[in-house]
């Protein structure tokens, strides 16, 4: 099946590579003098709260950003079954990194307590233990894979009532309010590191990545087409290339999450699950 690599997303994530490459260059002071594992400073760019210190993880962030995202497809088969059909690059980079300070987070429910977790996780990781280059992955699929749509796909998909209620919208990728906080004062219990700022943005900008399943897509394109809810009368093939064009903004097509997960365990990631 022909692929072809979507320029726009591409150079989208060389600007934000660019940022974090920029964020490298602000000198590393921290909040308290000595500590690792400090945030980013006010002023330093909006793009990353990646924490001084952070070499590794920075590399990784700006190479995962400039890595393409394949969202051009037209139809896609059940298996993917050649690396031009996911994040190969991105992915790739991700399971090589280096530091064994990493977690692989196994997220199911877009209702669940994941997001909160994660950010937990990242918080104890930085400020407690001191691992600036603690890297948080989660494989997302079930209805939490739901998440990772843009609005779009949404509206035209009836979205919501995949996401088994208590969503309307997809709010979850929407940066909260509290992200725009003074980053240097990260024991803010309404500030960026806090609960106020679970959403995927907010994560994101802490170096959290996030994977999307190929698997997922292509199930909940089935359903979609089983329901009705298939405006254009698209084949499952074609539905589930349409979902995949539309990832939100820095995810990670995989060919699928729990066969990623054993990938990642293999290069020392840390399971867990999270519900």
């Given at each position: 099946?022909?692929?072809?690599?979507?320029?726009?997303?591409?150079?989208?994530?060389?600007?934000?590579?660019?940022?974090?490459?920029?964020?490298?260059?602000?000198?590393?002071?921290?909040?308290?003098?000595?500590?690792?594992?400090?945030?980013?400073?006010?002023?330093?760019?909006?793009?990353?709260?990646?924490?001084?210190?952070?070499?590794?993880?920075?590399?990784?962030?700006?190479?995962?950003?400039a890595a393409p995202?394949?969202?051009?497809?037209?139809?896609?088969?059940?298996?993917l079954n050649a690396?031009?059909?996911?994040?190969?690059?991105?992915?790739?980079?991700?399971?090589?990194?280096?530091?064994?300070?990493?977690?692989?987070?196994?997220?199911?429910?877009?209702?669940?307590?994941?997001?909160?977790?994660?950010?937990?996780?990242?918080?104890?990781?930085?400020?407690?233990?001191?691992?600036?280059?603690?890297?948080?992955?989660?494989?997302?699929?079930?209805?939490?894979?739901?998440?990772?749509?843009?609005?779009?796909?949404?509206?035209?998909?009836?979205?919501?009532?995949?996401?088994?209620?208590?969503?309307?919208?997809?709010?979850?990728?929407?940066?909260?309010?509290?992200?725009?906080?003074?980053?240097?004062?990260?024991?803010?219990?309404?500030?960026?590191?806090?609960?106020?700022?679970?959403?995927?943005?907010?994560?994101?900008?802490?170096?959290v990545m996030f994977?999307?399943?190929?698997?997922?897509?292509?199930?909940?394109?089935?359903?979609?087409?089983?329901?009705?809810?298939?405006?254009?009368?698209?084949?499952?093939?074609?539905?589930?290339?349409?979902?995949?064009?539309?990832?939100?903004?820095?995810?990670?097509?995989?060919?699928?999450?729990?066969?990623?997960?054993?990938?990642?365990?293999?290069?020392?990631?840390?399971?867990?699950?999270?519900?």
């Amino acid at each position: 099946m022909p692929v072809v690599s979507d320029r726009r997303a591409a150079l989208k994530g060389l600007g934000i590579a660019a940022g974090v490459a920029a964020l490298r260059r602000q000198p590393a002071k921290a909040a308290e003098s000595g500590k690792a594992g400090e945030p980013a400073k006010a002023g330093e760019p909006a793009a990353s709260l990646v924490p001084h210190g952070s070499t590794a993880l920075t590399e990784l962030i700006h190479k995962v950003a400039a890595a393409p995202r394949r969202r051009d497809f037209k139809t896609v088969p059940m298996i993917l079954n050649a690396p031009d059909q996911w994040d190969h690059e991105a992915l790739s980079e991700i399971i090589a990194y280096q530091p064994k300070t990493k977690q692989a987070w196994d997220c199911t429910d877009i209702k669940g307590p994941w997001l909160n977790l994660i950010r937990n996780a990242v918080n104890a990781q930085v400020w407690s233990f001191r691992h600036p280059d603690f890297l948080a992955v989660t494989t997302v699929h079930g209805t939490a894979q739901v998440a990772l749509y843009d609005q779009p796909m949404w509206d035209k998909y009836q979205l919501a009532k995949l996401a088994g209620g208590g969503f309307k919208t997809n709010t979850l990728m929407l940066p909260e309010a509290a992200g725009s906080a003074d980053s240097s004062a990260y024991e803010n219990a309404a500030g960026a590191f806090s609960a106020e700022d679970n959403d995927i943005p907010a994560l994101q900008r802490r170096g959290v990545m996030f994977l999307s399943c190929h698997n997922a897509i292509w199930e909940q394109a089935g359903r979609l087409i089983a329901t009705g809810v298939n405006p254009d009368k698209l084949s499952q093939e074609a539905l589930a290339a349409e979902l995949t064009n539309h990832l939100i903004q820095g995810v990670v097509l995989t060919p699928g999450a729990v066969g990623t997960l054993p990938e990642l365990q293999q290069a020392g990631f840390h399971y867990v699950y999270a519900a």
